[in-house]
């Protein structure tokens, strides 16, 4: 039976040796891609981290989260803009500026608005944005008004009870998802 020859593309083939850059055409360069970012968000009260409760929290601060979110997004060539907010307009705010900007990924820790806040839930899945919901305690171990996540039913993933290497590991979660390998 006839078949019709595979064929290819008729157009002119440009390939671009990255040893030569910036490239031998005049006055053009090469776009250069910058490395992705990933929103870290936290909610209500965990500013107090470390200050109170340390048995269900933790001794680490805010700034030992950030710190280690940052840390870990850049074994995958990603930056972590890390923000806290005890407002959620604000928080949904940073939703709508993570799609602005063009993040690749966030990491949500809506602290006690997890449980009932309908308008970050529809904040994050207005920006159609990979979400992982993070919790240091585990939730569902605990009062059963915290069993109920607004902000996970709008994520792809949810981790609970890991402490704060929660957030290592959602970031991992989160680079996988988008098959950004790990750094060599
Ligand atoms: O386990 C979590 O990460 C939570 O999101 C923390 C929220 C809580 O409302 C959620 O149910 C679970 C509360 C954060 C309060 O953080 C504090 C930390 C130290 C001292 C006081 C509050």
Redesign the pocket.
């Known amino acids: 039976m006839f078949k019709t020859p595979l064929r290819l593309p008729l157009g002119p083939v440009v390939t671009y040796n990255p040893a030569t850059n910036p490239p031998p055409f005049a006055g053009i360069r090469m776009a250069q891609a910058s490395a992705p970012t990933i929103l870290v968000l936290n909610?209500?009260?965990?500013n107090?981290?470390?200050?109170?409760?340390p048995e269900?929290?933790g001794h680490a601060t805010l700034a030992d989260v950030e710190k280690l979110c940052a840390e870990t997004a850049s074994q995958f060539g990603m930056t972590a803009d890390c923000r806290q907010s005890n407002r959620e307009g604000e928080l949904i705010d940073f939703i709508h500026e993570a799609r602005v900007k063009k993040m690749a990924g966030i990491i949500i820790?809506?602290?006690?608005y997890?449980?009932t806040s309908i308008a970050l839930h529809d904040a994050l899945v207005g920006v159609n944005i990979p979400t992982v919901e993070?919790?240091?305690?585990n939730?569902h171990a605990?009062e059963s008004f915290?069993h109920h996540s607004f902000t996970a039913m709008a994520a792809f993933a949810s981790l609970?009870g890991f402490g704060i290497d929660g957030y290592r590991l959602a970031i991992n979660g989160l680079a996988a998802k988008l098959g950004i390998p790990a750094k060599s």
């Open positions: 909610g209500p009260n965990l107090l981290l470390g200050t109170r409760e269900t929290y820790n809506a602290g006690g997890s449980h993070v919790h240091i305690s939730i605990r915290r609970c």
